[in-house]
Structure formats: C-alpha cells, structure tokens
C-alpha cells in the first residue's frame, strides 16, 4: 500500500511522513534527500547545473541507499552534509533536471513497490504513484515555514534572519512549481491540510485518521 505526502519546503512533510509511517508500520522515503545527495555529488564534483551531458554522463555512477534514517550516496554517509546551506540553495536547479527525475522516479518506484511505504516529496502523489492508496498534500504560510526552518538551524548552531529564509522559502517555492516537469502541485485527490498552527501530534492525528477511515478499520 502506498501513500504520499507532497508539499513546499516547510511545511512538514518529512516530519509527518516519518511519523504516520513509523505508526502504521509502514516503510518510509524521503524522495527530497535522494534530490539533495545528487546535488551534492554533482557540487563536489564542481558540475555546473548547465553541463546536462555530463550530469547525464554522471547518473549511472551514483548509488543510493537508506540505512534506516541516514541515505548513502556511494556507500558514504551524507545524511547531515545534504543538509548544507548550498546544497539548499541549488538543489531546486538539479531537481528540475528531466535525467535526474527520470533516474530517481526510477529509484523510488523500485524502492517503494517492496512493500508498504508512505512516501514525501514534490510529485509523489502526481508522477511517482499516480494511483497511491491515499494523497496527502500539507501546506502552511511562508512565516511559519521560515519560522521552523530557523528553530531547525538554530539546533544546529546556525543563525539566520527570518526575512532572508522568508525570501529563500519564497525563492524555492517559485523554482519548485513553475518548473517544467513534474512541478508542486496539489493532485486533485489529495487530502489538503494547512499546517499552520497545528501541532506535529495534531497533524499526525488527522493523517492517521484518514488512512484508518479508507482501509474499513475505523
Ligand atoms: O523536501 P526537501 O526540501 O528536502 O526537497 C529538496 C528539493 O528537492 C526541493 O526543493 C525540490 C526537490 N524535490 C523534487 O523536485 N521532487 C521531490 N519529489 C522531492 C524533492
């Protein structure tokens, strides 16, 4: 059984799709991380976004795993360095790349068919599994988005003005649903829920109870 959970930067897709499927006992994949660690080997390579040929050149070279939390990227583990603030900054760039898509829809249609997975990203709901069990789309406003991003890097001993994430936040949504292939967008059967305000158990609560509600069970 598949479900999908979809959404901008923010709005706590990760977090949510980590939870619900820990709750059902259902695998989970974070298809943003796949996006940052291709970024982040293209980086290191000092790979422009405009060398398509070479990025294409490139794909066949990377491996990805999940390690239970932690993603590997050619056996190395990557979990915090895809984090960076310039992984951040050109991962939009790569991801709207139609190689990449390609080879990583490939990846998590792979992955996900294995079994049960609740899945989050951008397109899962629209291009990865058009036909999933049950979509959820969450959103919530740019401040409390750019908010959360702070208290995320906070933790990590980062500081930044909520204006410039405001701005970044903005900047990536823009990138992230005017791009020409799979671009953010709502599937029409989704589930919408504006998290703003809500608390993560709450959001939990209405994600659970809907999957619950479908299967009969409740
Ligand atoms: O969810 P995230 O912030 O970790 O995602 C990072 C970037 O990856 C996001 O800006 C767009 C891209 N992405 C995508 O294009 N499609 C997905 N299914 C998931 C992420």
């Known amino acids: 059984m598949i479900i999908t959970i979809d959404g ?3 709005s706590g897709k990760s977090t949510m799709a980590r939870r619900l499927a820990k709750r059902l006992g259902f695998g989970f994949l974070n298809t943003g991380a796949m ?5 982040l080997y293209m980086l290191r ?7 398509k040929e070479k990025i294409h050149s490139l794909l066949p070279k990377i491996t990805l795993e999940f390690s239970g939390e932690s993603i590997l990227l050619n056996g190395e583990d990557v ?5 960076s603030q310039e992984v951040e900054k050109y991962v939009s760039a790569v991801s709207a790349l139609r190689e990449v898509r390609e080879r990583l829809v ?8 294995e079994g049960d997975y609740v899945l989050e990203g951008r397109d899962t709901g629209t291009v990865v599994f058009p036909d999933a069990f049950c979509k959820f789309y969450l959103d ?7 908010r959360r ?4 890097l906070e933790a990590k001993g980062e500081y930044h003005d909520l204006e410039y994430l405001k701005r970044e936040i903005e900047r ?3 990138l992230d649903s005017t791009r020409e292939i799979a671009p953010l967008v709502k599937p029409p059967d989704a589930v919408v829920i504006d998290t703003t305000g809500l608390s993560p158990e709450e959001v939990e609560e209405r994600l659970y109870h809907e999957v619950m509600k479908r299967r009969g069970l409740l």
């Open 35 to 39: 996006y940052r660690a291709v970024t």
């Open 149 to 152: 991003r702070q208290k995320e």
């Open 172 to 174: 990536r949504d823009e």
């Open 140 to 146: 919530a406003s740019v401040e409390e988005r750019a």
């Open 8 to 10: 901008p930067a923010g």
């Open 106 to 113: 490939e990846l998590q249609r792979g992955i996900a068919t």
């Open 45 to 51: 390579g000092g790979v422009k976004v405009s060398e």
């Open 79 to 83: 979990t915090l360095a895809i984090r």
